[in-house]
């Protein structure tokens, strides 16, 4: 017989938690689609944006600087929203997370390799736009408190946008479908969140409907980063409103938590 | 069934008491969806060390037996113990004790057959080597090999590499070698058997009737949510007691004689011919035979 030696303890969670950390890293590195769609899809925006749309929004700033907050929240909502809807909704309807659910891995640690991976996306597309942005653009990196406040938005931000994205996930009956509502979803949020244009210039009742989802206060609070103060001016409270920016991402954390705990299944409808 | 007393032996009765000895106890097991009945009152029993094949049509309950026994499905009714627990109530202690081939595998991975391995590893106390474990299934080739780039049936063997790795008590295969080719699943069996001689209890599900028979030390024909029987491969159906059927050519017309002595009617047979009796042929029902008669009975 070889029965497992009775005292063979379960490994530790901080050892199975590298091992999930290291299957989702290579699962999104070495995926040509999630890698152009997810990292090149913005920096080649950034790149067309800023070099078509490069006039001056007043105070002697340029579009691009404008854009570079737009975009590196756009970026944030790919690697974490769509790619969890997306990749999690791939994995159960392949199998992949019913055949986990059998195995002994805690399932904090499906979680954690999650968490580790759109982490690992966000800080590489946030470090390629800054790179490109200040060598091509010219772009005036933030200096000071900014930084503190990029950390915060951009993490709380990803933090909302990943619990959603697996919320979604479990709406969709594939990768694929998720990918045929998720992507529309997230370009017309885009479009009405102030990412590609002056948030100041779109319809009153677009600015309210793009207000009820968190691109828009992520967009929000990455300009006050990127943007000189005076320009606050032109946002429609006529101010940053990082304290209400907080709340509403902080807000989403929780309602898509909810949403997850509600409704996250490691198997595919009609197989309960 | 209590048929035969081998039968009787092997099978227990609505009522009687869990086996606590057993790898698997199943007693009033029932499972609804909606209107269906898919298990409708199932007992039974899997020992330690045996290689048990449920066998059934399509749809007669074989996977949802499975599933339930492996904690992925609730029950409606009926008692259930794998491994001395309720895997209604399965922790990761008993989960490491178990080994799970699913009817179908997991999904195109950019990870290599050998990183696939290891992670799955990496969940368990006492896992076995990677590069052992794929000598097994015969993957040692294809370590290198990302798993989105296999073929179906070495993607089958990456399975049970998986579902072998954590060094299981028990190992569940639901339908393991659909859509093997022949040399693949003569490959398939022989490592079934030699992970059998490493102690581990099996329950196989498969429409193969050949892969029951060359596998299993028992076999169950469930149809329509029920065990219509439970017995040794020979003895399905009272098989080896069931008549044997001679045949032969006399006088350019076919013969054939249903007769429980073959050895003493071909012997007299050989007296009458004097030597040999032209086209003889002696055969006794079939696996297919009697199965094919089991669930016919039950529709």
């Not at chain 1, 968190?214 to 006050?224: D, E, F, T, V």
Request: charge should be neutral; glycine fraction near 10%.
């Amino acid at each position: 017989m070889s029965a497992p030696a009775p005292e063979a303890a379960l490994p530790s969670l901080p050892s199975v938690y590298r091992s999930r950390a290291t299957v989702e890293l290579k699962e999104f590195f070495r995926q040509r689609e999630s890698v152009v769609f997810t990292l090149l899809l913005p920096v080649l925006l950034l790149v067309v944006f800023g070099a078509v749309l490069n006039f001056d929004l007043g105070s002697g700033v340029s579009f691009t600087q404008y854009f570079m907050a737009g975009i590196i929240a756009a970026g944030i909502l790919g690697a974490s929203l769509q790619n969890m809807a997306i990749s999690i909704a791939t994995e159960r309807s392949d199998g992949t997370l019913k055949h986990l659910s059998g195995t002994p891995m805690p399932r904090s640690a499906f979680f954690v390799g999650k968490v580790v991976q759109v982490l690992a996306v966000t800080v590489a597309i946030i470090v390629v736009l800054l790179l490109i942005g200040v060598v091509f653009y010219g772009i005036d990196l933030p200096s000071g408190s900014d930084w503190l406040v990029f950390a915060w938005v951009s993490a709380l931000g990803a933090a909302a946008c990943t619990l959603l994205g697996i919320a979604l996930s479990s709406l969709a009956k594939n990768g694929r479908s998720a990918s045929a509502t998720v992507t529309p979803f997230a370009l017309v949020l885009q479009f009405i969140s102030g990412v590609f244009f002056q948030f100041s210039e779109i319809p009153t009742w677009m600015q309210t409907v793009a207000s009820v989802f968190p691109l828009k206060w992520m967009a929000q609070g990455l300009r006050s980063v990127f943007l000189p103060d005076a320009l606050a001016a032109d946002e429609p409270a006529g101010s940053w409103e990082l304290g209400r920016v907080a709340l509403v991402l902080a807000v989403w954390c929780v309602v898509g938590l909810l949403l997850c705990v509600r409704t996250f299944r490691w198997q595919d409808r009609g197989t309960g | 069934m209590t048929s035969t007393p081998a039968a009787a032996a092997v099978r227990p009765a609505p009522g009687d008491p869990l086996d606590p000895t057993a790898a698997i106890s199943i007693r009033g097991l029932v499972k609804r969806y909606g209107e269906f009945t898919a298990v409708d009152g199932l007992d039974l029993d899997i020992h330690r060390g045996e290689i048990f094949a449920l066998l059934g049509p399509n749809g007669a309950g074989k996977t949802t037996t499975v599933e339930i026994c492996e904690g992925y499905r609730g029950r409606d009714a009926g008692e259930v113990r794998v491994l001395g627990a309720d895997p209604a109530e399965g922790s990761r202690r008993w989960k490491a004790r178990l080994g799970i081939v699913l009817q179908s595998g997991g999904g195109d991975s950019q990870l290599t057959v050998r990183e696939l391995v290891r992670a799955q590893a990496s969940y368990y106390p006492d896992p076995r080597d990677a590069d052992e474990v794929l000598e097994l299934v015969g993957l040692t080739e294809k370590a290198g090999v990302r798993g989105r780039a296999l073929s179906g049936g070495q993607r089958r063997r990456l399975d049970v590499a998986l579902g072998i790795v954590g060094r299981p008590e028990l190992l569940f295969l639901d339908e393991p070698t659909t859509g093997f080719d022949p040399e693949a699943r003569r490959q398939f069996w022989s490592l079934i058997r030699s992970l059998r001689d490493l102690g581990t209890t099996m329950l196989l599900t498969t429409h193969y009737l050949d892969e029951a028979e060359a596998l299993a030390d028992r076999v169950g024909v469930i149809a329509r949510g029920r065990l219509v029987e439970v017995a040794v491969p020979s003895a399905l159906g009272g098989r080896e007691t069931a008549p044997a059927v001679v045949s032969w050519t006399e006088d350019g017309a076919r013969r054939t004689e249903a007769t429980a002595t073959p050895t003493a009617f071909v012997r007299a047979l050989a007296e009458r011919f004097s030597g040999e009796v032209p086209d003889l042929a002696v055969a006794r029902p079939t696996l297919e035979d009697v199965y094919l008669q089991m669930i016919g009975h039950e529709r």
